[in-house]
């Protein structure tokens, strides 16, 4: 029964690394993998329990005999439940991120950006627009920064080409951003939560890599750039009717929105409670401060919010539940303890999770970000040396899975959402940026082993 839950996963990962040519949707196979998965553990629950949970079953059973609706409802309340909940935390703070993406678009505090990138340079353009999406993408979603501005960019660039060199940057731009810090990436939130790393030492290891990572392959991406972009400036958004506020109102909720996720580290180091709870807490000082801002149209019964991209709506929910069967498709391979094997045949020593790192890098760029970086994350239990709290491991494996996955546009769900906005080929990407994208990640790859090698 173990071979056949591993070899639902790698059929999995199979069907998700050809998503873009079967074009079946990655979040429907995940949740699949995780629901067929389950179902054949809790089927033949007898034999796994025995083998990896045999004394807390004979606690659960305390003298009574065994049966097989026994060890289903062990399976349920004592290991099922437990990767539910690790699951909902990630879950919900996505959610509340995303919201309060939601909430500061629908007030126009990203307005701002369009105004600070109004210029026809290419140079001028091309960095304004990746410096704000490297930096707005390491406190929010990784997608929904993407997503945001790739429509504002949309809007003012006519040349498709063009559109889709700077699309490019923008893709890279968000990935990278977001693998610094604990707050930009899922990957990083959940090595958070389980205490592999802390989020100072985590993003002072990981902020030169990360930037050399995207700045190299920018600066090439500029090069074949014209000088002057053909561009076309549309009028300012109305706001009549979906929003009343002013410049400083807007710029009130952009610094409360990204200043409170920027407390949360703070507030989990404090508390100790899940970081899920801080976004929470910040998602609901937000929504208070949005019907103060937006009183007198709620009282008129005016209130009408402005429509957030279709494509972001849906990619959110996408990654929502993509999320969700990852995260419960590699509890139920863990329980049956083929994992354990899998890290004995790789080793413990230094170059050994080197060659997971790189091997991982690899296949971000054609499986999937997520879904490896939760693998490679579940092969080694947070131990000693390599493996302890801030080690090295917990550093090489968010780097290698968020910029291997730039490698291609089919890596992560960014480039598919830029590869379906620009209806971009994959051979395209794959002459004009794979090998941008690698020099600037083998850069950013030799900073980290220096890092990790001399301050480790």
């Known amino acids: 029964m173990t071979l056949i839950i591993v070899f639902l996963l790698v059929l999995g990962y199979l069907t998700i690394a050809t998503g873009h040519l079967t074009n079946v949707n990655k979040a429907a196979i995940a949740i699949f993998i995780a629901t067929a998965g389950w179902v054949v553990y809790i089927c033949y629950g007898t034999d796994f329990v025995m083998s990896e949970h045999p004394d807390e079953y004979a606690r659960f059973l305390g003298g009574t005999e065994p049966s097989s609706d026994a060890v289903k409802y062990f399976i349920y309340n004592n290991v099922f439940l437990k990767y539910v909940g690790e699951a909902a935390s990630i879950i919900l703070f996505l959610l509340s991120t995303m919201t309060i993406v939601e909430i500061l678009n629908n007030n126009g505090c990203f307005d701002f950006i369009s105004e600070w990138i109004r210029t026809r340079n290419s140079k001028r353009l091309l960095w304004t627009i990746t410096i704000a999406t490297f930096i707005i993408s390491a ?226 760029s054609a499986v999937d970000t997520f879904t490896i970086a939760m693998t490679d994350i579940s092969l080694y239990p947070i131990g000693a040396d390599h493996f302890a709290t801030n080690g090295a491991y917990w550093k090489l494996i968010p780097y290698c899975t968020a910029v291997g996955g730039c490698l291609t546009t089919v890596g992560s769900i960014s480039g598919i959402a830029m590869m379906k906005m620009e209806h971009m080929h994959l051979g395209w990407y794959l002459r004009n940026m794979s090998w941008k994208v690698l020099i600037g990640a083998l850069v950013g790859l030799g900073v980290l082993y220096l890092e990790l090698t001399y301050m480790g």
């Not at 960019?153 to 498709?160: C, D, F, P, Y």
């Not at 995207?214 to 014209?226: A, G, H, K, Q």
């Not at 996408?318 to 994992?339: D, R």
């Open 139 to 364: 406190n929010l979603d990784n997608l929904t920064t993407t997503t945001m501005m790739l429509v504002i960019m949309h809007k003012i660039v006519q040349s498709r080409r063009q559109r889709m060199l700077i699309g490019c940057a923008i893709v890279l731009a968000a990935n990278c951003g977001g693998c610094f810090t604990v707050i930009g990436d899922p990957v990083g939130v959940i090595l958070w939560e389980e205490g592999a790393i802390t989020p100072t030492h985590f993003s002072s290891y990981m902020a030169l890599p990360a930037l050399l990572a995207w700045v190299i392959p920018t600066m090439l991406i500029n090069r074949s750039l014209p000088s002057r972009l053909d561009t076309e400036w549309a009028m300012a958004p109305y706001r009549g009717d979906d929003t009343n506020l002013n410049r400083w109102q807007r710029l009130v909720m952009l610094f409360l929105g990204i200043g409170g996720l920027w407390f949360i580290p703070t507030f989990h180091s404090i508390t100790k409670l899940s970081p899920f709870l801080g976004a929470l807490c910040v998602l609901a000082v937000l929504w208070v401060v949005n019907e103060l801002f937006n009183r007198k149209l709620m009282n008129a019964d005016q209130m009408i919010h402005r429509q957030i991209p279709r494509v972001l709506q849906y990619g959110s929910l996408q990654q929502i539940l993509f999320v969700l069967g990852i995260m419960l498709g590699m509890g139920v391979v863990i329980e049956t303890g083929v994992f354990n094997d899998v890290a004995g045949w790789f080793g413990y020593q230094y170059s050994d999770i080197w060659l997971v790192a790189v091997v991982s890098g690899l296949l971000s």
